[in-house]
C-alpha cells in the first residue's frame, strides 16, 4: 500500500531546529522525486524544498535557502527536511508528496492524491 507518513514537527521558539522525517512505503525513493510543502492558515499549499531521485539536486523557494536542508536516507526509504533558525512564519503544516519534476516544485506538479503525506504541524513562536 502507497503510503507517506510525516513526522517531528512540534513547538519550538524562534532560532530553534526541527528536523522533519518522511517514511515512505510501498515505492521506493528510487522511483519518484520527493518534495516537502507548507501550508499555513489562510494561505495557499506552496513548495518549500524538492529533491531528484537520481542525483539528490535540490530546489528550495527562497525564504528557507540557507536555512533548510533536504537529504534522502535511501536505506531508510526516508525523506528529510532539517530546518534551522526557524522563524514564525515558518509556523504551518508541513506534507511530504511525490512530484514529477523537483525543479518545478510545486503543489500541481505532484503525481496524484495518493501521494501525499497526512502533515505534521510546525509551530514557531516564542
Known amino acids: 500500500q502507497l503510503q507517506l507518513v510525516e513526522s517531528g514537527g512540534g513547538l519550538v521558539r524562534p532560532g530553534g531546529s526541527l528536523r522533519l522525517s518522511c517514511a515512505v512505503s510501498?515505492?521506493?525513493?528510487?522511483?519518484?522525486?520527493i518534495g516537502w510543502f507548507r501550508q499555513a492558515p489562510g494561505k495557499e499549499r506552496e513548495g518549500v524544498s524538492c529533491i531528484s531521485r537520481t542525483d539528490d539536486s535540490a530546489t528550495y523557494t527562497n525564504p528557507v535557502k540557507g536555512r533548510f536542508t533536504i537529504s534522502r536516507g535511501n536505506a531508510k526509504n526516508t525523506v528529510y527536511l532539517q530546518m534551522n533558525s526557524l522563524k514564525p512564519e515558518d509556523t504551518a503544516v508541513y506534507y511530504c508528496?511525490?512530484?514529477?519534476?523537483?525543479?518545478?516544485?510545486?503543489?500541481?506538479?505532484?503525481?496524484?492524491?495518493?501521494?501525499w503525506g497526512q502533515g505534521t504541524q510546525v509551530t514557531v513562536s516564542s
Open positions: 510501498g515505492f521506493s525513493l528510487d522511483s519518484y522525486h
Open positions: 508528496a511525490a512530484v514529477f519534476d523537483p525543479a518545478m516544485c510545486h503543489p500541481w506538479d505532484v503525481v496524484g492524491d495518493d501521494y
